[in-house]
């Protein structure tokens, strides 16, 4: 009796230390928004109107606001017509066409000895310069073009927009307001990039080299309660703390349905990690 409970106490302990070993990592983490942008403008401008506000999700390059922009619009407008204009090179065109003809006829007819050869050669004289007022026609008309295009590249500064797809936590600027460059109000909107989500990690010393670019994780956050998602390490420390004994490791974690909020705590746990190597929580 007594030899068959050291047996059954003896497979109890084996099974009790092989599960041990089998268990996965398991540590605390954080998640947050992969980049919080601070979203300004490049000039200094009153704020004419905003188009969104906090807590609505926008896409890359969505317009979140504009500056006051009368000035610069009437100016690309010109720019635009002055582009457009043909008068000036149809007509340096034509009164080259004009002297082309009269040079031909003059040069035959002093050929001929009808005329004197300075004649010809003071037609030859118009048409050269005609020519060369064709040229700068034409070179005008490129350079409006080009003015133009900067004019249109100085309006489009004056329209704020989404460097990545997110969601607005905080307006900085309201409308009425100026945005003035190296001023207090450094941002206009703040966007936090939600999909997918950083994983922020810190892991002890021991299991330092154990974790590779691309392993998967398995997290469970505090909210939604219950839920579990996959996620897989994008980037590892190769600085340790000394004070510490630890080092950071950054997971990537997809968030297509925007369901996980930023701002939670976790645990993440490496199915790939030894057991020993277990945080004591």
Not at 95 to 119: P, V
Not at 170 to 198: C, H, T, W
């Amino acid at each position: 009796m007594i030899l068959s409970m050291f047996i059954r106490f003896g497979f109890f302990l084996a099974a009790a230390f092989m599960h041990s070993k089998c268990m996965a990592a398991e540590f605390d983490c954080l998640i947050e928004p992969t980049q919080m942008v601070e979203v300004g403008s490049s000039v200094t401008g009153r704020i004419d109107r905003v188009h969104v506000k906090r807590g609505d999700w926008v896409k890359k390059m969505q317009i979140l606001a504009t500056l006051e922009s009368n000035a610069e619009r009437a100016a690309s407008e010109l720019a635009k017509f002055k582009s457009l204009q043909v008068g000036p090179t149809r007509m340096a065109e034509s009164k080259m066409e004009f002297s082309r003809k009269k040079l031909n006829r003059r040069q035959e007819m002093a050929s001929q000895k009808l005329m004197a050869l300075q004649d010809s050669e003071d037609t030859e004289a118009e048409f050269r310069l005609a020519e060369a007022e064709l040229q700068i026609a034409k070179e005008n008309r490129q350079i409006a073009h080009l003015e133009f295009q900067q004019q249109n590249s100085l309006l489009d500064l004056r329209t704020i927009k989404s460097p990545v797809e997110g969601v607005v936590v905080d307006q900085g600027v309201f409308p009425g307001e100026v945005f003035e460059l190296g001023s207090n109000k450094k941002y206009i909107f703040k966007v936090a990039e939600m999909n997918p989500l950083r994983i922020h990690v810190i892991l002890p010393k021991n299991v330092f080299g154990e974790l590779k670019h691309g392993m998967s994780a398995n997290v469970t956050p505090e909210i939604p309660q219950g839920s579990h998602y996959s996620a897989k390490v994008n980037m590892v420390d190769r600085l340790i703390d000394a004070a510490s004994g630890t080092f950071v490791v950054f997971l990537e974690m997809p968030n297509p349905k925007l369901e996980i909020p930023a701002g939670v705590k976790c645990k993440v746990v490496f199915p790939e990690l030894d057991g020993n190597a277990r945080k004591n929580n």
